[in-house]
């Protein structure tokens, strides 16, 4: 809804709230995973100052942002809710400031946290909600938002889980492009972590991923998703076009600039694989992949030789709950290059609870660094117990 400006006690509508809302909205619909209501609509609408509950029946959505917007002096204020329309139970609210030296720079500044914020959070409600629901009554939008959560787990039961919940959202709308994508990161994991056959799951990935694009050539996700199957071929350069692609579409699409961090810190340029990450992160402070966007960072690090800063990111990347044993290794060997050799073995014991057999190659094998890069892992693996 439009957001209003407060002025001497009172609220009003105002050119700059006017301006935060369109903004908002049209970043909204880029993303392509909200169903979201035109700027029309809900100018109409908010001159007849409706309840929560009212707007969601009108206007048939789950969901209604609002928000006030403040100035004191070159500060803007601007504080944003979004409340479930069937109970106007408020699910989020945040309050973001930026300064109005430049115009353009100060909505740039509130859109990306707005935005990012409101996918994040409704994203999150939709899994949390479908996960309480009895899996033959979800519907196709219920079904993906359910994969997501299995997903996000990131074990090789959980995934399987997720590719099921995927499948049967495609099966009931074969137009759900998010859908296609959600199965092709499945594959896509058990090829990066070797739960099935690289070759068939790569292979796998790329196949659902070029079927994301055949329904919708304009959702980030699809682009998202062939890029990273496209790494997971080799294909490093057409990764990269597509993972562009999918931020030219969406700028405010946060695992796009992660995974082009991930194909950076790699083979391209390491500079702007800590730029990709940093950027992610502004857009998705609490991502449930943020382990990776941390460990990307740590990763670029290691190539430009900051391996103390780099041990600081991948330790950070390590903590989260849910890394998996190839963001323990990233720690594990960042800390033997910066020479915090006990470190580095109490995380390699860490590693053994979850595989007993995991070695140093384990994680030169399924990542893709040049040969000079390599030697330097090997060389930290040899220190902690990991060569070989």
């Known amino acids: 809804m439009p957001f209003r400006e407060l002025r001497e006690g009172s609220s009003g509508p105002s050119e700059l709230g006017n301006a935060v809302t ?54 803007v204020l601007v504080a944003v809710e979004i409340a479930e329309a069937a109970t106007s139970w408020i699910i989020w609210t945040e309050r973001l400031e930026a300064s109005v030296g430049q115009h353009l720079d100060f909505l740039d500044a509130i859109g990306n946290g707005i935005v990012s914020s409101i996918a994040a959070e409704i994203e999150n409600a ?13 519907d196709a939008w219920e079904a993906y938002h359910r994969g997501l959560w299995h997903m996000y787990r990131f074990t090789a039961e959980e995934n399987a889980r997720a590719a099921a919940f995927f499948r049967r959202s495609m099966a009931q709308d074969p137009t759900f492009s998010r859908a ?37 050539d304009q959702n980030p996700a699809a682009h998202w998703s062939m890029g990273r199957a496209l790494w997971l071929m080799g294909e490093h350069e057409e990764a990269v076009r597509e993972l562009e692609r999918s931020v030219d579409l969406s700028p405010n699409f946060a695992l796009g600039h992660y995974a082009l961090a991930f194909v950076h810190c790699q083979t391209g340029d390491p500079a702007l ?30 190539r430009l030789g900051a391996f103390q800063e780099a041990a600081g990111w991948a330790v950070k990347a390590a903590a989260r709950p849910n890394a998996h044993v190839h963001i323990l290794a990233i720690a594990a060997h960042c800390l033997a290059l910066a020479g915090r050799i006990e470190e580095a073995r109490a995380l390699v014991a860490r590693i053994r609870r979850q595989n007993p057999y995991y070695r140093g190659d384990d994680l030169l094998d399924t990542f893709h660094f040049a040969a000079d890069e390599k030697a330097r892992y090997r060389g930290a693996a040899s220190l902690i117990g990991l060569a070989g």
Not at 199 to 215: D, F, K, N, Y
Not at 281 to 302: E, I, K, N
């Open 22 to 75: 369109h903004d908002v909205i049209s970043r909204l619909a880029r993303l392509r995973s909200l169903f979201i209501i035109s700027r029309g609509s809900v100018f109409a609408l908010a001159e007849e100052q409706l309840s929560v509950q009212e707007i969601g029946r009108r206007l048939n959505v789950d969901y209604v942002a609002t928000g006030f917007i403040e100035r004191r002096q070159d500060v």
């Open 126 to 138: 939709e899994r949390n909600r479908a996960l309480l629901k009895p899996p033959d009554s979800l």
């Open 180 to 216: 296609y994508a959600g199965l092709s990161f499945t594959h896509w994991q058990s090829a990066f972590q070797r739960w099935g056959d690289r070759g068939i799951e790569a292979r796998q990935a790329l196949e659902t991923a070029g079927h994301s694009l055949l329904v919708d």
């Open 273 to 302: 694989a800590i730029a990709s990450s940093d950027h992610s992160r502004l857009l998705s402070p609490y991502d449930p992949l943020l382990f990776g966007m941390l460990g990307t960072r740590a990763m670029a690090l290691v």
